[in-house]
């Protein structure tokens, strides 16, 4: 398939139906929507662009920088320093991942303004109050940059370059900041309140298919992409993150509200024996994370707990299923506005590291509601994130192996054996290599039917004794996609934190893909 005809792709019937005809739309407040989003949409799919990149490379980017740099200078920047022709342009977040400047502490880079900003956070574009009359989340509109508006003020000019823009947003949330949170939040297996979004509370789906019509239904995008940067109960208890998060109090394992219970009851699923076998996993963990051995074995100890509480894998697949239905909301939402969008998701980085997530996640499943895949196989912050990943795992579920056996034992799970020792890992990194291997794997996965474009990781923050990105990191890990087989790539995690002698990188790998594929 040839992918780089996308952007002109006629809207396909097929597209439009394979959105629809998910069950969970059926119930989505979203369609209450439709009849204002698509009158208020006339004409504004004419302004779809023209550009038939040879190759899709988009760039992570927040509106802090088109404030601080000039929107102009900063489109001519990112041609010229990195041939990108897609913005993927954070339109609502409340975190510092994909807005902002750089990461307080970290070094600033070679372009912007050189100070640390703060962040409140919120929609970077505006907000169309009529867009939001079924959802309890209304007042979401970012403070900090006036009126400066992402997709309005940098749309036109982005078009007038050629370039595409798609609306980028992630689930961080600040309930501190959003009136009327709670009516949203999941509700972990004590019945505490989260900070994040329950998949199967219908006011959480209102909330985001009000964003989604209102930025589809408002400005000329060419996409949307979500970043839903979370995993199930399962992996969250038994500490399967590349996050520092042991020693911790107690599990937050979710969702465990009265939507979720009465949901998985309908299916077959007891979600009190659930809610028991998260219990008992949680007080498991505790007990081997305070030195308590049991006298058959770490690992038998815990799979005894699994073949007496089933429920808990049952839960598992109950909450990563319905995450999926909120990619197929979010995608349904957006094609019944536009079906010419092209709608797709961020996979996180911890599919390259954990065997658990990356099971989850299963990308073929993924195809039905999909436009295109970003699979993150970070291979520079790789290092010291999945030297972590792999200190968590070892202190729960593979106590009974060393840390480095449990390292090679991943390696093996994921086809990286050669990579470094757990001692080099943090400042060595992981080789370009990897990144190819996980973009075969996806494209394989979707068998083609959709475009992998892998993100690719420049000055993503790590400690400044750790793997540090350099130009040769990003020209051979581009380069390793592209070899692979991937119609594009995804420069991440935001422009702002990135050098640009480090996009170069990318620039240098398309050209010598060009001249020898
Ligand atoms: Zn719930």
């Known amino acids: 398939m040839n992918y780089s005809d996308q952007s002109t792709e006629k809207p396909s019937r097929r597209d439009f139906l394979k959105g629809l005809a998910t069950p969970a739309l059926a119930l989505t407040p979203a369609f209450s929507l439709l009849p204002h989003a698509l009158a208020d949409s006339g004409g504004k799919s004419e302004g779809q662009t023209s550009v038939k990149p040879s190759r899709f490379v988009a760039i992570q980017i927040g509106a ?5 740099e000039g929107v102009d200078q900063c489109l001519d920047t990112l041609q010229e320093t990195g041939s990108v022709n897609a913005l993927m342009a954070t339109v609502f977040t ?18 912007g303004v050189k100070e640390y900003d703060r962040i409140h956070g919120g929609s970077f574009t505006r907000v169309h109050p009529e867009f939001y009359a079924d959802s309890p989340i209304k007042d979401i509109r970012a403070p900090e940059l006036g009126d400066f508006d992402i997709l309005a003020d940098v749309i036109p000019k982005a078009k007038a370059k050629g370039m595409q823009t798609y609306a980028l947003f992630e689930e961080n949330y600040n309930p501190r900041l959003m009136p009327n949170f709670e009516k949203i939040a999941e509700v972990d297996l004590y019945g505490r309140k989260g900070a994040t979004t ?3 509370n219908p006011y959480a789906r209102a909330f985001l298919a009000s964003m989604v019509s209102d930025w589809a239904a408002n400005n000329a995008i060419d996409g949307i992409m979500w970043e839903s940067e979370r995993q199930g109960p399962l992996n969250n208890t038994i500490g399967a993150s590349f996050n520092k998060i042991f020693p911790r109090r ?7 509200c009265d939507y979720c219970i009465r949901k998985a009851h309908d299916a077959g699923i007891d979600g009190n024996r659930a809610r028991e076998g998260y219990i008992a996993l949680d007080h498991w963990v505790n007990r081997v994370q305070s030195g ?9 100890g815990l799979w005894r707990l699994f073949l007496e509480f089933p429920e808990i894998f049952a839960w598992e697949r109950f909450w990563y299923t319905s995450q999926e239905e ?8 957006a094609k019944a506005i ?17 065997p658990f997530y990356s099971a989850d996640t299963n990308y073929a499943r993924l195809v039905p509601f999909s436009d295109f895949l970003k699979p993150c196989p970070y291979n520079n912050c790789g290092g010291p994130r999945l030297a972590q990943y792999i200190q968590n795992v070892h202190s729960t579920v593979f106590r009974d192996m060393s840390p480095e056996q449990v390292l090679d034992m991943h390696y093996a799970f994921f086809g990286y054996t050669g990579e470094p020792t757990l001692k080099e890992l943090p400042t060595a990194g992981l080789s370009a290599r990897t990144v190819g291997i996980e973009t075969k794997r996806a494209i394989d996965d979707v068998k083609g039917a959709i475009p992998i474009y892998p993100g690719i990781d420049i000055d993503v923050p790590t400690g400044l004794d750790e793997k540090r990105t350099r130009p040769s990191d990003v ?32 620039k240098q790998a398309l050209q010598e893909f060009t001249t020898n594929p």
């Open 475 to 506: 020209r051979e890990a581009t380069l390793a996609a592209l070899k692979a087989g991937a119609p594009g790539v995804v420069l991440s995690r935001k422009y702002a934190e990135m050098k640009l002698t480090n996009i170069a990188g990318a």
């Open 338 to 354: 536009n079906p010419r969008l092209k709608v797709g998701w961020h996979i996180m980085h911890v599919v390259t590291m954990s």
């Open 94 to 111: 409340y975190g510092t991942g994909l807005a902002g400047r750089q990461v307080s502490g970290e070094p600033l880079p070679d372009h």
């Open 326 to 333: 909120m990619y197929a909301l979010i995608y349904g939402t």
């Open 198 to 200: 329950c998949f199967n």
């Open 64 to 68: 802090r920088s088109f404030v601080d």
């Open 250 to 256: 107690s599990s937050t394992a979710n969702c465990f």
């Open 292 to 300: 308590t051995n049991s006298p058959d074995g770490n690992f038998v």
